[in-house]
């Protein structure tokens, strides 16, 4: 579990340098006749979470620990599913609570959010003070349970900020970055 810290870590300081250190050095015209010359988009067209935009869900049984029952993805077919891993040590799962309780408040009961714990070491009692701490609303929060590993697995959530969002229990958007606050309150806007 470790080795997955250190190379998330490796990857938001990669991150850090596409907006930090090259958007001056990076020319504005495309060299690569592939038609995107941002480098944030050609990042995001490079994501490996997007090779499972247009795969169908599996219904999965989560238990919300804030009522303490179980919920299955497929009681939310007719919304908007947003799907986010996190661990609790995380500075940007921190401020993603932020942003994703905008998003809750902007689109109410249009869109389920449901938070994914990712660490077997995280504790309920962490998740709700995470929660607490940073405002978090009361959608959807998962504690990481062994039984929620072949779901995890299969749709490649193996580090914190997974994104996705689901309609129908269709993937329509996926990524693995901390994705900017518009690009994912534009995916979900385009799907109430």
């Known amino acids: 579990m470790n080795n997955k810290f250190i190379l998330i870590g490796i990857g938001i300081l990669a991150i850090a340098l596409v907006f930090v250190v090259l958007p001056g050095r990076v020319p504005k015209q495309n060299a690569t006749g592939d038609g995107v010359s941002d480098p944030v988009e050609r990042l995001y067209n490079l994501d490996p979470q997007r090779q499972f935009i247009g795969a169908n869900v599996d219904n999965v049984e989560l238990r919300d620990i804030i009522t303490g029952k179980n919920v299955n993805l497929d009681d939310f077919s007719d919304k908007v599913v947003v799907i986010e891993s996190f661990s609790v040590g995380c500075p940007a799962c921190a401020e993603g609570i932020k942003l994703f309780s905008q998003i809750y408040d902007k689109y109410g009961s249009n869109v389920v959010i449901v938070y994914v714990d990712i660490n077997p070491a995280d504790t309920e009692q ?24 072949g779901f995890l697995s299969k749709y490649g959530i193996e580090g914190n900020d997974i994104t996705y969002i689901i309609k129908n229990n269709k993937i329509e958007y996926a990524d693995s970055l901390s994705a900017p606050f518009s690009r994912i309150d534009k995916a979900v806007g385009s799907l109430i």
């Open 126 to 149: 962490d998740i709700l003070n995470i929660k607490r701490k940073y405002d978090g609303k009361d959608w959807v929060w998962i504690k990481y349970a062994s039984e929620l590993q």
